[in-house]
């Protein structure tokens, strides 16, 4: 029996949050390789290695095993979002108000379904405030098709002022 992502996320994420991490994404992959995508975060905001990844997917994998979320077989991706990462949450938008974001739409608004501009936050009535080009933009949070981080070098000096100054060298792309 095949599954959306939000079944998924609710059949996966205590065992997330029960190993210290928080759930990001939950994405399925079609096609001739099926793959579920599942990209986590340290509930710290430290960052996310491989070694983590496969305590996760050891951890998640009995549990997909019961809930039976995709018809035939995948394979199962354990992430980290990464520097340029998926904004999912309400709390993500205020997280990295300043940085610049790419917003997709569900639908197009005014005939535009791609925003792309400095991040404001999120307001009292869960809309997305960015500044495109110099104009204020309000957009509905549940209007929100996808919507991620640029990577910037103003992202990438962030990321590296908030790791701790003794913090090994990145081991490459989780």
């Not at 960052?47 to 035939?72: Q, Y």
């Amino acid at each position: 029996m095949e599954r959306g992502p939000r079944h998924i996320e609710a059949a996966i994420e205590p065992q997330i949050t029960a190993l210290g991490f928080a759930l990001v994404r939950v994405k399925f992959f079609g096609g001739r390789r099926q793959v579920l995508q599942v990209m986590i975060e340290r509930a710290d905001g430290s960052d996310v290695n491989v070694d983590d990844c496969a305590v996760v997917s050891r951890a998640l994998s009995p549990v997909l095993d019961v809930f039976d979320p995709i018809a035939g077989a995948y394979a199962l991706e354990v992430s980290s979002p990464g520097i340029d990462r998926p904004l999912t949450r309400p709390d993500d938008f205020a997280r990295y108000a300043g940085f610049e974001v790419k917003v997709e739409l569900e639908e197009s608004r005014n005939g535009r379904r791609r925003f792309r501009g400095v991040l404001l936050g999120l307001n009292e009535a869960g809309c997305i405030c960015l500044n495109v080009d110099g104009e204020a933009v309000e957009l509905s949070l549940s209007d929100v098709q996808s919507a991620k981080l640029v990577l910037t070098d103003a992202l990438i000096a962030a990321h590296e002022a908030a790791e701790p100054a003794d913090a090994p060298a990145d081991e490459g792309v989780v």
